[in-house]
């Protein structure tokens, strides 16, 4: 895991790929979870045997399950202990080309793209692609936004 120090470290990592979480097991109990947490009960997630006949051939993980994953995802590749406090600003741009169906493996692969001068700090655009173990497109590609105050 790369840690970050200082916020001149940081700007050298820009552009740079940092890496790759560990692959981490998307079971059913976790989208069940999200679905009650959620209540996003569509049968796409949560309905094995009727997921069985449909387009995936087994339940998939709700997008947004798939989104939430990569801050976690994101603590295994890098730290920031920069000083001040780090806050979520979001996302610029989010998308899901590929259905991940459980029981599958992903890993979180992370680049920063910017860090530019706001008038609190800086702010970090950084890139996170949730690949998806044997599958040739991602399960998610998100730009997301963090603001590290002065």
Same mark, same amino acid.
């Given at each position: 895991?790369?840690?970050?120090? +200082?916020?001149?470290?940081?700007?050298?990592?820009?552009?740079? @790929? =940092? %890496?790759?979480?560990?692959?981490?097991?998307? @079971?059913? @109990?976790?989208?069940?979870?999200?679905?009650?947490? +959620?209540?996003?009960?569509?049968?796409?997630?949560? @309905?094995?045997?009727?997921?069985?006949?449909?387009?995936?051939?087994?339940?998939?993980?709700?997008?947004?399950?798939? /989104?939430?994953?990569?801050?976690? =995802? %994101?603590?295994?590749?890098?730290?920031?202990?920069?000083?001040?406090?780090?806050?979520?600003? %979001?996302?610029?741009?989010?998308?899901?080309?590929?259905? =991940? /169906?459980?029981?599958?493996?992903?890993?979180?692969?992370? +680049?920063?793209?910017?860090?530019?001068?706001?008038?609190?700090?800086?702010?970090?655009?950084?890139?996170?692609?949730?690949?998806?173990? %044997?599958?040739?497109?991602?399960?998610?590609?998100?730009?997301?936004?963090? =603001?590290?105050?002065?």
């Amino acid at each position: 895991m790369r840690v970050f120090t +200082t916020l001149d470290e940081v700007g050298e990592a820009v552009g740079q @790929d =940092l %890496g790759a979480s560990d692959w981490v097991t998307i @079971d059913q @109990d976790r989208v069940d979870r999200f679905a009650e947490v +959620t209540e996003d009960h569509q049968w796409i997630h949560v @309905d094995v045997e009727r997921s069985q006949a449909g387009p995936f051939g087994g339940t998939i993980a709700h997008g947004y399950l798939t /989104l939430s994953l990569i801050p976690w =995802l %994101g603590s295994m590749v890098f730290a920031l202990d920069t000083p001040g406090p780090k806050l979520n600003y %979001g996302a610029n741009k989010v998308r899901f080309p590929a259905p =991940l /169906l459980v029981g599958k493996r992903i890993r979180g692969q992370v +680049t920063f793209l910017e860090l530019v001068d706001v008038p609190l700090g800086k702010q970090l655009v950084l890139r996170t692609t949730v690949e998806i173990e %044997g599958e040739p497109k991602p399960a998610c590609v998100a730009e997301s936004v963090v =603001l590290l105050l002065a």
